[in-house]
């Protein structure tokens, strides 16, 4: 089992839909949580972490945690051609400093 | 703005060359790493450094070395390049109890011949 696990997609949305991106964890004592975007060629960019049970809201992204069952999520309201991209899950376990483990990422298509 | 930038955005060495990767923050981040990142692998770290002169290894890190001389700067060094070293090499850095979020330079896309 893979410590985080991302279906891989490619998952596809009509523009203006709601994207739901998913991301398992196996170490339970885990700590906190990041979602990346990844465009085509570039580096990796912040779009918002969680530590917290529960959901965050931040613009049209919001951000679900349940440490219960292991699972983090994104939901992109509103989605845009612009949204088009791989998606990075990456997760602090317990006990390893400030290093994260990454997910291999879920690659977002946003159909006109 | 946190600044992160790499030495080079692409490169071509020849196996069994030494290669330098270059890594400069400007945020006074503790923290640095470097990462490859092939497809269906996705993000693997090679090596982390927490302090100057400090390092510890990652996942990857044979074939590798770093140096962290200045706190802003950290290098990886492909001591004889191979083949199988081909791959997106991307630097981030952090502060620790930030949260540990880690922010990325560009990246190096290096190709070894």
Same mark, same amino acid.
């Given at each position: ?10 998952? /596809?949305? &009509? ?14 004592? /885990?700590?906190? !949580? ?14 918002? !972490? ?10 049209? !992204? ?6 219960? /069952? ?10 845009? &051609? ?31 | ?5 790499? *030495? ?44 100057? +002169?400090?390092?510890? +290894? ?28 081909? *791959? ?26």
């Amino acid at each position: 089992q893979k410590e985080v696990e991302q279906n891989s997609g490619p998952l /596809s949305v &009509p523009e203006g839909a709601i994207a739901s991106l998913n991301c398992t964890y196996s170490d339970r004592g /885990s700590q906190s !949580f990041f979602w990346y975007r990844q465009y085509s060629g570039k580096s990796p960019e912040l779009i918002m !972490f969680i530590y917290s049970n529960g959901d965050k809201e931040d613009g049209r !992204f919001t951000a679900q945690l349940n440490k219960a /069952s292991q699972y983090v999520s994104l939901l992109i309201r509103d989605s845009q &051609p612009s949204d088009s991209a791989t998606y990075l899950c990456a997760v602090k376990k317990t006990g390893t400093a400030s290093k994260l483990t990454f997910g291999t990422g879920t690659r977002l298509q946003v159909t006109l | 703005d946190v600044k992160v930038t790499q *030495s080079s955005r692409y490169l071509v060495k020849r196996t069994g060359e030494k290669v330098f990767l270059e890594c400069v923050q400007d945020m006074d981040h503790e923290n640095m790493f470097w990462y490859r990142q092939d497809p269906g692998l996705g993000l693997r770290l090679i090596y982390f450094s927490y302090d100057v +002169k400090m390092k510890e +290894k990652g996942d990857i890190p044979e074939g590798y070395s770093v140096s962290r001389e200045k706190k802003e700067r950290f290098s990886l060094i492909l001591e004889s390049a191979s083949t199988n070293q081909t *791959s997106m090499y991307l630097c981030a850095s952090s502060l620790p109890f930030d949260g540990d979020t880690q922010y990325f330079g560009p990246g190096t896309r290096l190709t070894v011949l």
